[in-house]
């Protein structure tokens, strides 16, 4: 492992306004993710892990506090830059997938290589952007669904779909909000175990906010959020598993 | 490049959208077709208004014409140098027009026109317009044998073999006439063998249609000559005029001086009980007919002359065909006493000019205008654009206001293709959000957008410049569709002298058609797309 925080936030204060009332959802929260970690998130609904998540993927803007990727402060850099930075060094999954429903699960692949390339400098590599997605959609055990739309396919295999649709352009670090939210138990290991194997196999750094317990004991670092903050435990990683686990 | 693929995607699968843009397709139709035979129609008119006039006219109001036209043309010569390129000298006089017809005499005012015949057809497309191919090719006011209009099934014999046997007709006739008054005279019983023999004498001299010199009617004008002709001063010119010539002029072997007629001054246009449309001539070539018009000398009197048609004029404009006559200038000029009989120098009315192409007209017509200043000289002088001015501007107007109405309607189309974009953009809400959190910029986004508008407008006015030139191409065959569904004639051949609709397709108006509509798609789809563009991306993620 390696001793370089990949992502952290300092800091990170964010609230919504609802008819002249301040809904306070992130209080001051501290945030570092190592690189080449499995990182868990879990907290009760509502308690503002998907804010936390689109902050740190700079769709959204914190109210006070910073955010840096490696050594760079992401959160104020400009558009361009935080548009590249989407594009090519953070990988993101959603609980409903966002698939493009009109693109074929191979386009929908390449969406991110199609989007980070002038047209030009794209049709010039569509080939081997196409047996990239290929071979990612082969990686994820996709690649007989190569050319079916979203609708053709079912949770489980649109979520594998998502997975190398975020791995395309080979990044660095992949965030994940309940990418098994949507899916039973059985799809969700599944998708968990995918997970883990490129953490494993390519040393990916992976930011995972789950409600299931299960699924977060299959995490390195379990982050449990409360209040707006972290409550951190890396001693003990998996310390909520023994008394929650599902049984099988 | 994802922007093209979705852009692309969007367009096959959201017919909504194609829908939106059926109004631009209709109205880029209906702008071509609309462009294509206002264009067509002007075309023609130009043409024809052009056909009948020479570039520049110069009219001598005074009834005696400007003495000494070689002057004159020596003179514009020097002015207009190189470019002048034909000129004829003219004589235009108010005439009246009388057609003896079935005992009657047919009446009509026309502008009789002395013309050169070799110089004529310079400026104007005088032969283009006669029913005689060989006239077309050479005018001359000599009667031909036959072969009038060849082209036309309808048109009855004419020319020398018609007037020969018209005159045989007309003797026997009169001599039968005079034989029934004898037998009159004699007896008045035998009344039955009176029309037996028209009967047999109708169909023995073969007359074709104009056969109607009829039975029942001639015993009838003949006695109600002395009515329905004989009005005073009409019977007396009748009566000189025969009298001056008959002892020595043959009608079958000679002709008076030539003339040529206006096809609408001398025929009528109708429809027969099965619709179809039919001519009548009172007149055709090979009959005689008498024109009465001022003379030149100062105590003016009426000049009454007759004439043999030797052709009819047909230009297709009805203002045109309706009123003119012409004959030859030397004769003309001769019965209305234009000739100085001291010098022998012969005046003219009007001078006509053909300036070479490209020409700018009105600034010959200027310096015209001032070397002939209206102060010391009675003349109007004008190019063929002023004479025709308020008939080329309505068609203008027209044209433009025409325009300015179908681009409205694309513009509305506009609207409709603005709320479809923006239904589409809220119904993809969720999907600009992805792009976003993709890395793809507000640019983008807006991109894909606005290239959708530009696809949607390339398809629309695509399909609306194949549907309108397809219109334009088959219009005739549409018109006539059209005409037997609603039972009502586009052109109506008795109203307009067309029988086809003319249509002349530019390329820069479809340019502008097109352009115009991509441009109004594009633009109705800005403000979607910036919509699009300005979408936060965490509630377009959020929302369902
Ligand atoms: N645009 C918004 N306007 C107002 N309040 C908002 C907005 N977005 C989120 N919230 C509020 O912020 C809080 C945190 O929301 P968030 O979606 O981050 O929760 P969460 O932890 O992801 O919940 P869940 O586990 O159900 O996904 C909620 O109380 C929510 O109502
Ligand atoms: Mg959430």
Not at chain 2, 24 to 32: D, E, K, R, S
Not at chain 2, 396 to 422: C, D, H, K, Q, S
Request: with cysteine.
């Amino acid at each position: 492992m390696n001793d370089e925080i990949i992502l952290s936030a300092r800091g990170l204060h964010k609230s919504f306004h609802k008819d002249r009332n301040e809904v306070p959802v992130l209080r001051g929260l501290d945030l570092e993710v190592t690189p080449g970690v499995v990182t868990a998130l879990v907290g009760r609904s509502g308690s503002g892990k998907s804010t936390l998540m689109h902050l740190l993927a700079s769709l959204d803007q914190p109210d006070r506090g910073e955010i840096y990727f490696g050594n760079e402060r992401i959160d104020n850099a400009s558009r361009p830059r935080r548009d590249f930075y989407r594009n090519r060094e953070i990988g993101i999954i959603f609980q409903f997938y966002h698939l493009l429903p009109e693109l074929s699960a191979v386009e929908n692949v390449l969406a991110p290589m199609m989007i980070g390339q002038s047209a030009w400098s794209y049709f010039r590599h569509r080939k081997e952007a196409r047996l990239r997605a290929e071979a990612m959609l082969d990686r994820v055990g996709l690649l007989h669904r190569a050319t079916h739309r979203p609708a053709e396919m079912s949770g489980g295999e649109m979520q594998r779909a998502a997975i190398a649709r975020a791995l395309m352009t080979d990044p660095r670090l992949l965030l994940a909000d309940e990418p098994t939210g949507n899916l039973d138990t059985e799809t969700g290991l599944d998708i968990l175990k995918l997970l883990t194997e490129l953490n494993q196999l390519d040393g990916l750094s992976i930011l995972m906010i789950t409600h299931d317990d299960s699924i977060a004991a299959g995490a390195d670092v379990c982050h449990r959020m409360q209040d707006g903050q972290l409550q951190i435990n890396p001693a003990q990683p998996n310390f909520q598993v023994a008394d929650n686990r599902i049984p099988a | 490049m994802y922007r093209w693929l979705l852009c692309f995607r969007y367009l096959r699968t959201r017919y909504i959208a194609l829908a939106s843009i059926i109004s631009v397709t209709l109205g880029v139709a209906t702008l071509i077709v609309v462009n294509s035979v206002m264009a067509g129609f002007s075309a023609e008119m130009h043409d024809r208004l052009h056909g009948v006039a020479g570039d520049i006219m110069i009219e001598c109001q005074a009834s005696g014409g400007m003495p000494d036209p070689d002057a004159h043309l020596a003179e514009i010569r020097r002015i207009c140098g190189k470019d002048l390129v034909g000129f004829t000298a003219s004589v235009h006089v108010p005439a009246m027009l009388g057609i003896e017809y079935n005992g009657q005499l047919i009446t009509g005012h026309v502008n009789l026109v002395g013309l050169d015949p070799k110089t004529f057809d310079q400026v104007s497309q005088f032969g283009r317009h006669l029913l005689h191919p060989e006239n077309q090719e050479q005018v001359s006011f000599d009667l031909r044998e036959g072969g009038y209009a060849p082209e036309r099934v309808q048109f009855p014999p004419a020319g020398w073999s018609y007037r020969r046997v018209k005159v045989e007709y007309e003797r026997a006739l009169a001599a039968e006439q005079a034989r029934i008054d004898a037998m009159r005279a004699r007896t008045d019983t035998e009344s039955t063998t009176v029309s037996e023999t028209f009967e047999s004498a109708g169909p023995s001299v073969n007359f074709g249609p104009t056969v109607n010199f009829g039975s029942s009617n001639t015993t009838e004008t003949d006695t109600a000559s002395g009515p329905s002709v004989g009005i005073g001063p009409g019977s007396e010119l009748f009566a000189d005029g025969e009298t001056a010539t008959a002892q020595k002029f043959d009608p079958k072997t000679e002709q008076f001086p030539g003339i040529i007629l206006g096809i609408a001054t001398c025929s009528v246009r109708h429809r027969d009980a099965n619709n179809q449309v039919q001519d009548f001539y009172y007149g055709l070539p090979g009959d005689d007919v008498r024109m009465m018009f001022p003379n030149a000398a100062e105590n003016t009197k009426v000049v009454n002359q007759k004439f043999t048609v030797v052709d009819l004029y047909e230009s297709g404009m009805s203002e045109y065909d309706g009123s003119f006559a012409f004959c030859r200038l030397d004769q003309l000029q001769e019965f209305r006493g234009m000739i100085d009989p001291q010098s022998g120098t012969r005046s003219v009315t009007t001078i006509q000019l053909k300036m070479a192409e490209g020409t700018n007209l009105a600034a010959v017509r200027d310096t015209l205008r001032r070397r002939f200043p209206p102060q010391q000289y009675a003349y109007n002088i004008q190019t063929w654009r002023d004479m025709q001015g308020p008939l080329l501007a309505a068609v203008r107007l027209e044209t433009m206001i025409l325009n300015i109405l179908l681009f409205l309607i694309i513009a509305v189309a506009g609207f409709g293709i603005l709320a479809t974009f923006f239904m589409i953009v809220v119904e993809k809400t969720r999907d600009i959000g992805t792009l976003k959190a993709l890395g793809a910029s507000g640019k983008g986004v807006m991109s894909i957008f606005l290239s959708y508008g530009l696809l949607l407008g390339f398809v629309g006015s695509g399909a609306g410049l194949l549907g309108g030139l397809l219109f334009v191409s088959n219009i005739n065959e549409i018109a006539s569709v059209i005409e037997k569904i609603t039972g009502q004639e586009v052109f109506d051949p008795t109203v307009y002298y067309f029988s086809e609709i003319p249509t002349i397709v530019h390329p820069w108006t479809l340019a502008w058609v097109m352009a115009g509509a991509v441009t109004i798609a594009v633009i109705a789809s800005v403000l979607p797309a910036m919509r699009a563009a300005r979408m936060n991306p965490v509630r377009a993620l959020r929302f369902e």
